[in-house]
């Protein structure tokens, strides 16, 4: 697939579906050095299967900080984008 600059200054749109917006990132480059002003962020949810070990041990974590398994998973990810960054 062929990728073509997108015009700095020009709103990215918006996506009628996730495969829409797949196909948009996948098909156009950006200045690398253009600022990020004006990108809206988008919150999505994603789907992950654990084991039951996984699980009990999140739990156990979140029972012992006093937070929703949510919120120490949401936690985790944080942590791991920061140290992978």
Aim: glycine share 4%.
């Amino acid at each position: 697939m062929k990728r073509t600059t997108w015009p700095k200054g020009k709103p990215i749109p918006r996506f009628a579906s996730y495969a829409d917006e797949v196909s948009f990132w996948h098909s156009h480059d950006f200045d690398e050095d253009a600022d990020e002003k004006g990108w809206e962020e988008v919150a999505r949810s994603e789907a992950i299967h654990l084991d039951g070990a996984d699980v009990r041990a999140l739990i156990k974590i979140a029972k012992r900080k006093r937070v929703s398994v949510k919120q120490v998973v949401e936690q985790f990810i944080r942590d791991g984008i920061r140290k992978a960054s």
